[in-house]
């Protein structure tokens, strides 16, 4: 059982910049996947984006060249630097853990049942 710990959200101007931070309860080395997620009110969660544990990265097409995914696994965090904040980038963001890379690549499938979820972060971007 991975526990999962967000932190890092808050109130931010347009143009502006937040970090935002996973803390895993164990190591993070030997977890194949891992990504941040966002949901709007009103709408469907979403892959904003996600790494392997041998250095692949992915992310949503509105969060390319603004925001980047690293991990640290010497601090078994997760981390999403954010840029260039918009309007439309305000959502809780969530951490996930994939173990085994059950979901990569698989949009569709059914989640939960063999990853893990934080508790979110609120991310609102606003005058």
């Known amino acids: 059982q991975v526990q999962l710990v967000e932190s890092g959200g808050g109130l931010v101007q347009p143009g502006g910049s937040l970090r935002l931070s996973c803390a895993a309860s164990e190591t993070i080395f030997n977890i194949y996947a891992m990504g941040w997620y966002r949901q709007a009110p009103g709408k469907q969660r979403e892959l904003v984006a996600g790494s392997t544990s041998g250095g692949t990265t992915t992310y949503a097409d509105s969060a390319k060249g603004r925001f980047t995914i690293s991990r640290d696994n010497d601090k078994n965090t997760l981390y999403l630097e954010m840029n260039n904040l918009k309007a439309e980038d305000t959502a809780v963001y969530y951490c996930?853990?994939?173990?085994?890379?059950?979901?990569?690549?698989?949009?569709?499938?059914?989640?939960?049942?063999?990853?893990?979820w934080g508790q979110g972060t609120q991310v609102t971007v606003s005058s």
């Open positions: 996930n853990a994939d173990p085994f890379g059950i979901y990569w690549g698989k949009p569709t499938l059914r989640r939960g049942e063999y990853d893990y």
